[in-house]
């Protein structure tokens, strides 16, 4: 596997149903990202992750919940979703949150859809 | 508070037809400019990052210039094959981590 990946691709859930993302980038990078993309709308960055440390939470409501367990790896669990939360959710990874020259690569994303 | 915006919101060229995709920017203090390629149902393809008015960088029939106000994306002789969504994005400020999308540019190329 290379660059940065995401699963499940495609993720049909009810209001009621947990379930969770993952993302795992192999480019030996040390920041994890998550956004969401609606249609129509500009990138949003929801969760920021550096050395495994949480250091971002842009406003995002608590039925969304980020894990980091290594500098590879990183959940995001959802629970009690609403349909306006359906969406495309990207995962992005970058040397280091802090660093000059700090481009971010991006996974094909889990297309999100709330019944 | 950045902002971004790029201009046309769809383009629809013949193959071999060239044309440019503009960004304007409003920031305090860019660190840096992006763009990136996103096929339907994909992830943002990173292309390339312009740091400093007056860069440019070229990638096959891409070409992306920067000036104080705005960025412009330089497509020659393109083919079906360049059909895609591209994001223009800024890093500015305090940040080096922060990125501000606009909404992209839907380019279409019909053969």
């Known amino acids: 596997e290379t660059g940065v990946t995401q699963t499940p691709r495609h993720l049909v859930m009810g209001m009621t149903n947990k379930k969770s993302l993952k993302c795992e980038q192999h480019?030996?990078?040390?920041?994890m990202y998550w956004y969401k993309q609606s249609a129509k709308k500009p990138l949003e960055l929801m969760f920021v992750?550096?050395?495994?440390?949480?250091?971002e939470n842009n406003s995002v409501p608590s039925r969304f919940s980020p894990e980091c367990p290594n500098s590879s790896h990183l959940f995001l669990h959802l629970h009690t979703l609403q349909p306006e939360d359906s969406a495309l959710y990207l995962c992005?990874?970058?040397?280091?949150?802090?660093?000059?020259?700090?481009?971010?690569?991006f996974g094909p994303g889990t297309r999100l859809t709330v019944l | 508070e950045d902002q971004v915006t790029q201009s046309p919101e769809a383009l629809r060229l013949q193959e071999g037809e060239s044309s440019s995709l503009n960004c304007s920017y409003t920031?305090?203090?860019?660190?840096?400019l992006f763009w990136y390629r996103q096929d339907p149902g994909k992830g943002p393809e990173f292309l390339f990052t312009?740091?400093?008015a007056g860069e440019e960088k070229e990638k096959e029939r891409l070409k992306a210039t920067l000036t104080k106000k705005e960025s412009f994306l330089h497509i020659t002789a393109p083919k079906p094959e360049d059909s895609a969504t591209y994001l223009c994005?800024?890093?500015?400020?305090?940040?080096?981590?922060?990125?501000?999308f606009g909404k992209g540019t839907l380019l279409t190329v019909n053969p």
């Open positions: 994005a800024v890093q500015a400020g305090d940040s080096n981590y922060k990125l501000t």
């Open positions: 992005a990874s970058s040397q280091d949150r802090d660093r000059d020259y700090n481009e971010q690569f």
């Open positions: 920031v305090s203090g860019l660190r840096g």
């Open positions: 480019l030996g990078h040390n920041a």
């Open positions: 992750y550096n050395f495994k440390e949480q250091t």
């Open positions: 312009l740091y400093s």
